[in-house]
């Protein structure tokens, strides 16, 4: 009708109808003056409802990404992404550790560390928690995966229960420990320490500070071991990558004071 009053080329309206995403351009040719309002309009809301469509389509993609799994599968897929995210969480915290353990002994800064460590330890408790869920969800159905073709993920739990990776864990919790203790007797004694240099503070410090290094020389060599450890086990096993540490204290930490 609209081609017939406006005197249009017919085949306008055959287009229009078979392809309806073509309709703002017939638009605009038709009504010039006002129709680049109408056009606007319609590609406003045209864009608005694709964006809505999209949206609701990928976020519902994303949910259903493993529907044509088997039940088992998919918690075990849900348990390794759940690992992979804790542990990139606990890389990123000790990257930054590496980093504060490098500050000079402000009062403010010592503060701050004293706060952080307490997060690092959080995080590896985590992580440690996350490792569990999934070796003993691993156990549960030891048959089912290894009938599946999917015993490559046992090679996850052998990572985390070699000596080299157990050893390391727990020397970095002496660190931890060792450190936090110096940081908390020099920020309560600060100024008996800097500024007054008392005899007794000093000798305190100094037994403090004698614990810290040790569990500093005894973390990096474990440390050096575990990356060793890591690299080949990365050569014989490049499937489990994403399931390991990443850039994860690739630096031996600095002997803080």
């Known amino acids: 009708m609209e081609c017939w009053k406006k005197d249009r080329p017919r085949w306008w309206a055959l287009m229009v109808l078979f392809a309806p995403i073509t309709t703002p351009w017939f638009i605009f040719q038709s009504r010039k003056a006002s129709g680049i309002i109408i056009f606007m309009f319609f590609l406003t809301t045209f864009s608005a409802v694709g964006g809505t469509e999209f949206y609701l389509y990928t976020n519902y993609m994303d949910k ?76 549960d159905f030891k048959d089912f995966f290894i009938a599946n073709d999917l015993s ?19 020397s970095l919790k002496k660190y931890l420990d060792s450190f936090e203790a110096l940081l908390e007797y020099t920020y309560v ?21 004698l614990k810290y290094r040790r569990a500093v020389d005894s973390h990096n060599r474990f440390n050096v071991k575990r990356i060793n450890f890591q690299n080949e086990f990365l050569k014989n096993h490049p499937e489990v990558r994403p399931y390991l540490p990443g ?7 600095k002997l803080w004071g």
Not at 152 to 170: A, G, P, R, S, T
Not at 247 to 253: D, L
Request: aromatic content about 14%.
């Open 189 to 209: 004694n600060f100024y008996h320490i800097k500024d007054l240099k008392t005899k007794e503070n000093l000798q305190n410090y100094d037994e403090y500070y």
């Open 64 to 139: 259903n990404k493993y529907s044509h799994l088997p039940p088992v599968t998919q918690q075990m897929v849900r348990l390794a992404e759940e690992l992979k995210a804790s542990t990139l969480k606990f890389d990123q915290a000790l990257v930054k550790l590496e980093g504060l353990s490098k500050v000079e002994s402000r009062i403010n800064e010592i503060k701050h560390t004293i706060h952080f460590i307490d997060e690092v330890r959080a995080i590896a408790a985590e992580n440690k928690n996350a490792i569990f869920i999934l070796e003993q969800y691993l156990y």
């Open 152 to 170: 490559w993920l046992f090679n996850i739990q052998e990572f985390y229960n070699n000596h080299n990776v157990v050893q390391h864990d727990k």
């Open 247 to 253: 850039k994860r204290q690739t630096e031996t930490f």
